[in-house]
């Protein structure tokens, strides 16, 4: 093989497409060709061929290169000697031109890599070459001549030959080559790029792209930083550098750039004004200042240590927001009796996510939150009001119009104290709401002069009504409580259900509604309520003869049940006089579960009566516009009697069953 190439490496950029590359440079074995893809040197995934063709040959991978990446095919010809020349001895050409080609390669890689790496060496190439020159003449001659002494000359220039290929591969230059070459990066599209770059004092380079670079200036206050010698130095140089000073933008389109300080200043922290948390230190004066700092803005608790403890008020919230990282972990605790409420919320001020603990349960007196009159628009959140002394949140009269709280928990240490009361006077409206709100089996609410309160899908335990609470709705509630309820003012129960019994004032007026009851309501409204009880409630009836009591006599019964929806009212009884009864005379009246409110009398009921003979009778009955019996009437004769239509004894009965108005 001839070299007539002087390449020892050819380079590409990968396109995701092609996989075929020429390789312009020579090599004796496929093996000595190494592949390099982005830097990093391949052991597999690819094919060589065109060993021993002076003209190189053909790269072929199994995939691809990725668009992009660096191809690089080195030709590295191993630093060996394989030719062993005997004295007298034949020496064919091929052998020679061999050990030649293996030289020059090696010479050529050599040559290549002082370039690549400002290398000069100490090689003395003109020796190599001459020798390398006159062993070529010298096996020329030899070719020509077969005799003896012309096998001398080429046995002669054949150890010439082997002293040259000796210095090459035994030379200390060599060996620091290849040493340096095994600690350094291989040539790629970074290294070229950098080197096409003019150096010049304060510049130092940097990557604008995938395999491009620049220079850039060094400021004299960056030399500072370098010049350095340690992290104390560095910072002591760096210096502090004002927020202000700073710029921020937030990721997306459209973002604008504001400076770290108005950033940071979105939200203000107590801790930035001194609070501890640790559950010892007083905060309330750090809290306070937090506040009158944080006004329209939110003022954030982080989760403490223990608790922030406060030995004093508050003060009052005015357009703020306090929000903590949640009621399980974020406390403000109360630590200090009477005086100001601890927190007072004035208009648009909102509480979220803290567990406010009131300390009733150490002691601690006097009011929790506290709503004044014609401050409106609070809100409360995911917040805890616990170990209240009289209330946890006390409304005055027109305090907290449009006031809402969701996921509000709320009681009081002594449990008949409501967990929410407002001020016991008439009122105008003023719109308050409790959303998933939850007093933990203490009394929930003192309504008071509450006027458009609505409470929706929350466990209600106790609760005192009042003859100045207007239009008050409970939905969906669970209304649970210590003793039965009795109901004032006005409103409505709606869906939810009832579990004491409860017990309708006199002149209230309530739509009363649940899904279920689990004892009895008993209306005393006089007709301004509407009660729809689905299960059906057992009652005595009172059986009068001509306005006198009747006596069943021994073995006697009377039993009644009814159910109610809305203004209408189902009834029915059944009487079985015993032995001996006694009957005064007159007609026979029976009380009803409910009193009648009704504007006309009412011709309603049907039943059967039946005589101590046996006879049977069809009866009927009504009731007045206001009463409390239906009068039983047969047919058209007239009223019911102890003697007519028969005398009524043993073995006489009365079934009856009617449906009135309220």
């Given at each position: 093989?001839?070299?007539?190439?002087?390449?020892?490496?050819?380079?590409?950029?990968?396109?995701?497409?092609?996989?075929?590359?020429?390789?312009?440079?020579?090599?004796?074995?496929n093996?000595?060709?190494?592949?390099?893809?982005?830097?990093?040197?391949?052991?597999?995934?690819?094919?060589?061929?065109?060993?021993?063709?002076?003209?190189?040959?053909?790269?072929?991978?199994?995939?691809a290169?990725?668009?992009?990446?660096?191809?690089?095919?080195?030709?590295?010809?191993?630093l060996?000697?394989?030719?062993?020349?005997?004295?007298?001895?034949?020496?064919f050409?091929?052998?020679?031109?061999?050990?030649?080609?293996?030289?020059?390669?090696?010479?050529?890689?050599?040559?290549?890599?002082?370039?690549?790496?400002?290398?000069?060496?100490?090689?003395?190439?003109?020796?190599?070459?001459?020798?390398?020159?006159?062993?070529?003449?010298?096996?020329?001659?030899?070719l020509?001549?077969?005799?003896a002494?012309?096998?001398?000359?080429?046995?002669?220039?054949a150890?010439r030959?082997?002293?040259g290929?000796d210095?090459?591969?035994?030379?200390?230059?060599?060996?620091?080559?290849?040493?340096?070459?095994?600690?350094?990066?291989?040539?790629?599209a970074?290294?070229?790029?950098?080197?096409?770059?003019?150096?010049a004092?304060?510049?130092?380079?940097?990557?604008?792209?995938?395999?491009?670079?620049?220079?850039?200036?060094?400021?004299?206050?960056?030399?500072?930083?370098?010049?350095?010698?340690?992290?104390?130095?560095?910072?002591?140089?760096?210096?502090?550098?004002?927020?202000?000073?700073?710029?921020?933008?937030?990721a997306?389109?459209?973002?604008?750039?504001?400076?770290?300080?108005?950033?940071?200043?979105?939200?203000?922290n107590?801790?930035?004004?001194?609070?501890?948390?640790?559950?010892?230190?007083?905060?309330?004066?750090?809290?306070?200042?937090?506040?009158?700092a944080?006004?329209?803005?939110?003022?954030?608790?982080?989760?403490?240590?223990?608790?922030?403890?406060?030995?004093?008020?508050?003060?009052?919230?005015?357009s703020?927001?306090?929000?903590?990282?949640?009621?399980?972990?974020?406390?403000?605790?109360?630590?200090?009796?009477?005086g100001?409420?601890?927190?007072?919320m004035?208009?648009s001020?909102?509480?979220?996510?803290?567990r406010?603990?009131l300390?009733g349960?150490?002691?601690?007196?006097?009011l929790g939150?506290?709503?004044?009159?014609?401050?409106?628009?609070?809100?409360?959140?995911?917040?805890?009001?616990?170990?209240?002394?009289?209330?946890?949140?006390?409304?005055?009269?027109?305090?907290?119009?449009?006031?809402?709280?969701?996921?509000?928990?709320a009681?009081?240490?002594?449990?008949?104290?409501?967990?929410?009361?407002?001020?016991?006077v008439?009122?105008?409206?003023?719109?308050?709401?409790?959303?998933?709100?939850?007093?933990?089996?203490?009394?929930?609410?003192?309504l008071?002069?509450?006027?458009n309160?609505?409470?929706s899908?929350?466990?209600?335990?106790?609760?005192?009504?009042?003859?100045?609470?207007?239009?008050?709705?409970?939905?969906?509630?669970?209304?649970?409580?210590?003793?039965?309820?009795?109901?004032r003012?006005?409103?409505?129960?709606?869906?939810?259900?009832?579990?004491?019994?409860?017990?309708?004032?006199?002149?209230?007026?309530?739509?009363?509604?649940?899904?279920y009851?689990?004892?009895?309501?008993?209306?005393?409204s006089?007709?301004?309520?509407?009660?729809?009880?689905?299960?059906?409630?057992?009652?005595?009836?009172?059986?009068?003869?001509?306005g006198?009591?009747?006596?069943?006599?021994?073995?006697?019964?009377?039993?009644?049940?009814?159910?109610?929806?809305?203004?209408?009212?189902?009834?029915?009884?059944?009487?079985?006089?015993?032995?001996?009864?006694?009957?005064?005379?007159?007609?026979?009246?029976?009380?009803?579960?409910?009193?009648?409110?009704?504007?006309?009398?009412?011709?309603?009921?049907?039943?059967?009566?039946?005589?101590g003979?046996?006879?049977?009778?069809?009866?009927?009955?009504?009731?007045?516009?206001?009463?409390?019996?239906?009068?039983?009437e047969?047919d058209?004769?007239?009223?019911?009697?102890?003697?007519?239509?028969?005398?009524?004894?043993n073995?006489?009965?009365?079934?009856?069953?009617?449906?009135?108005?309220?």
């Amino acid at each position: 093989m001839t070299v007539n190439t002087t390449p020892v490496e050819t380079n590409y950029t990968g396109n995701a497409s092609a996989t075929v590359f020429a390789l312009t440079f020579a090599f004796a074995a496929n093996a000595h060709v190494k592949v390099y893809l982005g830097g990093v040197l391949q052991g597999s995934g690819y094919s060589i061929t065109g060993a021993g063709n002076p003209s190189g040959g053909t790269l072929t991978f199994s995939a691809a290169p990725g668009s992009g990446v660096a191809i690089k095919a080195r030709r590295v010809t191993p630093l060996t000697q394989e030719i062993d020349v005997v004295n007298n001895a034949t020496v064919f050409a091929s052998s020679l031109e061999t050990g030649l080609d293996y030289a020059l390669m090696r010479q050529q890689e050599e040559a290549f890599d002082r370039v690549q790496l400002g290398i000069t060496f100490a090689i003395d190439a003109a020796a190599v070459d001459a020798d390398a020159a006159a062993a070529a003449a010298s096996a020329a001659s030899a070719l020509a001549s077969e005799n003896a002494a012309e096998a001398d000359r080429v046995a002669t220039a054949a150890d010439r030959v082997q002293t040259g290929l000796d210095r090459v591969q035994t030379g200390a230059d060599v060996a620091t080559a290849a040493s340096i070459l095994a600690s350094r990066q291989p040539l790629d599209a970074d290294l070229t790029a950098i080197a096409a770059l003019t150096s010049a004092a304060d510049r130092v380079p940097y990557a604008t792209g995938a395999g491009t670079w620049a220079l850039a200036t060094l400021t004299s206050f960056a030399r500072t930083l370098l010049a350095t010698a340690n992290n104390s130095a560095f910072l002591a140089a760096l210096g502090q550098i004002a927020s202000s000073a700073l710029d921020f933008i937030n990721a997306g389109a459209g973002a604008v750039t504001r400076t770290v300080q108005a950033k940071l200043r979105d939200i203000v922290n107590v801790r930035d004004f001194g609070a501890t948390g640790d559950g010892t230190t007083d905060d309330a004066a750090a809290i306070r200042a937090a506040i009158a700092a944080a006004s329209g803005r939110t003022l954030y608790f982080p989760t403490p240590a223990s608790s922030y403890l406060c030995n004093s008020s508050l003060g009052t919230l005015s357009s703020v927001r306090l929000l903590g990282d949640g009621r399980r972990v974020c406390t403000i605790k109360k630590n200090y009796s009477g005086g100001s409420p601890f927190i007072t919320m004035n208009d648009s001020s909102e509480i979220e996510g803290l567990r406010i603990d009131l300390s009733g349960n150490t002691g601690i007196t006097g009011l929790g939150v506290y709503i004044a009159n014609g401050q409106g628009n609070q809100r409360i959140a995911a917040t805890q009001l616990l170990n209240g002394d009289t209330s946890c949140l006390y409304f005055q009269k027109d305090g907290g119009s449009n006031f809402t709280a969701y996921d509000l928990q709320a009681y009081c240490f002594t449990a008949s104290n409501p967990a929410v009361e407002i001020e016991d006077v008439s009122t105008s409206g003023c719109p308050r709401s409790f959303v998933n709100f939850s007093s933990g089996g203490n009394k929930s609410f003192k309504l008071g002069g509450a006027n458009n309160l609505f409470v929706s899908n929350s466990p209600i335990f106790d609760v005192d009504f009042s003859a100045n609470n207007y239009d008050v709705c409970f939905a969906n509630c669970r209304m649970a409580g210590s003793s039965g309820y009795t109901v004032r003012g006005s409103g409505s129960i709606m869906g939810g259900g009832i579990g004491p019994a409860m017990t309708i004032a006199s002149g209230a007026a309530w739509n009363i509604n649940p899904a279920y009851t689990n004892s009895t309501i008993t209306d005393n409204s006089g007709g301004t309520s509407i009660i729809h009880q689905h299960n059906i409630v057992s009652y005595t009836p009172v059986w009068t003869a001509g306005g006198a009591a009747v006596t069943l006599g021994t073995g006697g019964s009377i039993v009644g049940r009814y159910s109610r929806s809305g203004k209408l009212v189902t009834a029915k009884f059944r009487i079985l006089p015993g032995t001996g009864p006694t009957i005064p005379a007159g007609k026979w009246e029976i009380t009803l579960p409910v009193p009648t409110a009704a504007d006309l009398p009412q011709a309603v009921g049907t039943g059967k009566y039946t005589t101590g003979g046996g006879a049977f009778y069809r009866i009927n009955g009504y009731v007045p516009a206001t009463g409390t019996a239906v009068t039983l009437e047969r047919d058209t004769s007239g009223e019911i009697t102890g003697t007519s239509p028969s005398a009524t004894g043993n073995g006489a009965g009365v079934w009856f069953q009617i449906t009135y108005e309220t």
